[in-house]
C-alpha cells in the first residue's frame, strides 16, 4: 500500500542554521506530494505542494523537489528562525484522490 | 484564510459520558474529514464525508459515530466516553483533490 516515511525528531537546530528533514514515500501511479506543518496549539496548515515529477515547491523560504528516481521529497530551508518551531508532515495523495496519506511528523526545535 | 471551526478546543470530562466535538466550515466544501492526533503527532482518518447524508470509516478504527445532515457541519460523537479516547482530535475539509483545510483541533481528556 501508499506510505510515507519521514525522518523521526526530534531535530534541533540554532538559528540561521541550515534545515533537512527527509521523506520518502512508496506509491503506485504518480501521486502529488505535500508537505504540512502544525504550529503548537494549531491544527496543521499546507506549507508547499508539488503534483508532478521534478515539480519544485516553495513557499515560507522552505522548499522540496518531488524526485521520482529516489521517490523523494525532503523538506530545506537555507536560515531558519524560532518561529519555525513546529511539527512537520510529509504527506501523499493518489491522483484524483481525496484522501491524504501522512507520515509520523518530525518536530523541529530552533533554538535562538 | 480557511474557515473552519472547531469547538470546544479543550474538553476535561468523566468515564461515561456522552460528549459531542463540533466541527463547522463556511467554505462550502463537500469533503470533511476527522483525524485523531495520538501524542506521538501521528494522525490517523477515523471518518470522511463526501457530501450531505455520506459518512465512512477511515483507516482506523474508532468507536465514535459522524453525521453529514448539513454540508457545513460535520459533528463527532462518542456515546461513553472512556480513557483511551484521551487524544487531539482535528476536523479538515476540502473542494479538489489533495489539498486539505485543518481547523484547530479539540483536545478531549477522558478521566
Known amino acids: 500500500g501508499n506510505s510515507v516515511t519521514q525522518m523521526e525528531g526530534p531535530v534541533t537546530l540554532s538559528e540561521e542554521a541550515f534545515l533537512t528533514i527527509n521523506c520518502t514515500y512508496t506509491a503506485t501511479g504518480y501521486p ?6 502544525q504550529y503548537p496549539g494549531e491544527g496543521l496548515q499546507l506549507l508547499l505542494k508539488a503534483t508532478k515529477a521534478d515539480d519544485k515547491g516553495s513557499n515560507k523560504g522552505f522548499e522540496a523537489t518531488y524526485r521520482k528516481e529516489t521517490t523523494s521529497f525532503h523538506l530545506e530551508k537555507g ?5 519555525d518551531s513546529a511539527v512537520y508532515f510529509c504527506a501523499l495523495s493518489e491522483a484524483s484522490s481525496y484522501k491524504l496519506i501522512f507520515g509520523s511528523g518530525t518536530r523541529l526545535l530552533v533554538r535562538p | ?38 501524542p506521538g503527532m501521528e494522525l490517523h482518518l477515523i471518518h470522511y464525508s463526501y457530501g450531505v447524508n455520506s459518512t465512512e470509516k ?7 459515530t459522524v453525521s453529514r445532515i448539513r454540508t457545513e457541519h460535520f459533528p463527532l460523537t462518542l456515546e461513553s466516553a472512556r480513557p483511551s479516547h484521551t487524544s487531539q482530535y482535528l476536523c479538515a475539509s476540502s473542494d479538489r483533490p489533495h489539498e486539505q483545510y485543518f481547523g484547530p483541533g479539540t483536545r478531549l481528556t477522558v478521566t
Request: proline letters at 2%; one cysteine or more.
Open chain 1, 79 to 83: 536560515s531558519v528562525q524560532v518561529s
Open chain 2, 58 to 64: 477511515g483507516d482506523l478504527s474508532s468507536e465514535s
Open chain 2, 1 to 38: 484564510e480557511a474557515d473552519i471551526y472547531q469547538t470546544p478546543r479543550y474538553l476535561v470530562i468523566g468515564t461515561g459520558k456522552k460528549i459531542t466535538l463540533e466541527c463547522s466550515q463556511t467554505m462550502g466544501h463537500d469533503k470533511m474529514y476527522w483525524y485523531q492526533q495520538d
Open chain 1, 32 to 37: 502529488s506530494l505535500f508537505w504540512y506543518v
